[in-house]
C-alpha cells in the first residue's frame, strides 16, 4: 500500500485528535517501522490495518465507520494535492464514473505499482451510476468516503446503496436533487 494513505491518515488523527493519540496508536500497532512513512514509499497493507484497528480502540468508534470518515478527509487531500481533478469534472458522478479511465492512470504514473482496486461503470445516467468495486483489500467503506468527500466536494447529496454480486461490491449513486 503506498505510502500517501499512511501519511495522511496520521496528518488525519493529528489534526483531529492529537499528536499524542497518533503517537499511542502507531505505539499500539507495533509497525515494522515505527511509523516512518513517506508518501511514495510501499508498505505492508497489514500495517494500515494495525493502525486503523488501533485507532477504533483508542476512539471506540468501529473500523468501518473510522475508514469511512478517513476516506472523505482523503478526497479533501488528494484534490488539494491535486486541484486539476474538480476542473476536470462537472459532477461527483462524472469524477466517480471515470475513477478507472483517467484518475487511476495517473495515479499508476505517480506511483508505479500502486494496487489499486478496480472500479467498472455498469450503468449510468443523469443522476445515477452504478459501479463494480473489485478489490482485494475489501476497503468498501473507504470507497463510500471517497464518493462522500466527491460529493461534497461538488456541492451534492449523494444517496449510496451497496450490494455484493458474487465476488465484487455493487455501488448505486443517486444524485439527490
Same mark, same amino acid.
Given at each position: 500500500?503506498?505510502?500517501?494513505?499512511?501519511?495522511?491518515?496520521?496528518?488525519?488523527?493529528?489534526?483531529?485528535?492529537?499528536?499524542?493519540?497518533?503517537?499511542?496508536?502507531?505505539?499500539?500497532?507495533?509497525?515494522?517501522?515505527?511509523?516512518?512513512?513517506?508518501?511514495?514509499?510501499?508498505?505492508?497493507?497489514?500495517?494500515?490495518?494495525?493502525?486503523?484497528?488501533?485507532?477504533?480502540?483508542?476512539?471506540?468508534?468501529?473500523?468501518?465507520?473510522?475508514?469511512?470518515?478517513?476516506?472523505?478527509?482523503?478526497?479533501?487531500? *488528494?484534490?488539494?494535492?491535486?486541484?486539476?481533478?474538480?476542473?476536470?469534472?462537472?459532477?461527483? *458522478?462524472?469524477?466517480?464514473?471515470?475513477?478507472?479511465?483517467?484518475?487511476?492512470?495517473?495515479?499508476?504514473?505517480?506511483?508505479?505499482?500502486?494496487? *489499486?482496486?478496480?472500479?467498472?461503470?455498469?450503468?449510468?445516467?443523469?443522476?445515477?451510476?452504478?459501479?463494480?468495486?473489485?478489490?482485494?483489500?475489501?476497503?468498501?467503506?473507504?470507497?463510500?468516503?471517497?464518493?462522500?468527500?466527491?460529493?461534497?466536494?461538488?456541492?451534492?447529496?449523494?444517496?449510496?446503496?451497496?450490494?455484493?454480486?458474487?465476488?465484487?461490491?455493487?455501488?448505486?449513486?443517486?444524485?439527490?436533487?
Amino acid at each position: 500500500m503506498k505510502g500517501l494513505v499512511f501519511t495522511e491518515l496520521l496528518e488525519y488523527v493529528e489534526e483531529n485528535f492529537g499528536f499524542d493519540v497518533a503517537d499511542k496508536i502507531i505505539e499500539e500497532a507495533k509497525l515494522a517501522n515505527n511509523g516512518s512513512f513517506t508518501q511514495a514509499g510501499n508498505y505492508p497493507f497489514e500495517e494500515l490495518l494495525r493502525l486503523v484497528s488501533a485507532l477504533s480502540k483508542e476512539l471506540n468508534i468501529e473500523i468501518p465507520k473510522l475508514l469511512e470518515i478517513f476516506g472523505e478527509y482523503m478526497f479533501s487531500r *488528494l484534490i488539494s494535492l491535486n486541484p486539476q481533478l474538480k476542473e476536470n469534472f462537472s459532477s461527483s *458522478l462524472d469524477l466517480i464514473s471515470r475513477v478507472d479511465d483517467i484518475i487511476h492512470p495517473e495515479v499508476q504514473k505517480l506511483y508505479p505499482g500502486a494496487d *489499486l482496486p478496480k472500479f467498472n461503470l455498469v450503468h449510468r445516467s443523469e443522476n445515477k451510476i452504478v459501479i463494480d468495486y473489485i478489490s482485494s483489500k475489501h476497503l468498501e467503506p473507504f470507497a463510500i468516503g471517497l464518493m462522500r468527500g466527491s460529493a461534497k466536494n461538488f456541492n451534492e447529496k449523494l444517496i449510496i446503496s451497496q450490494e455484493k454480486v458474487e465476488d465484487i461490491t455493487r455501488f448505486t449513486l443517486v444524485l439527490e436533487k
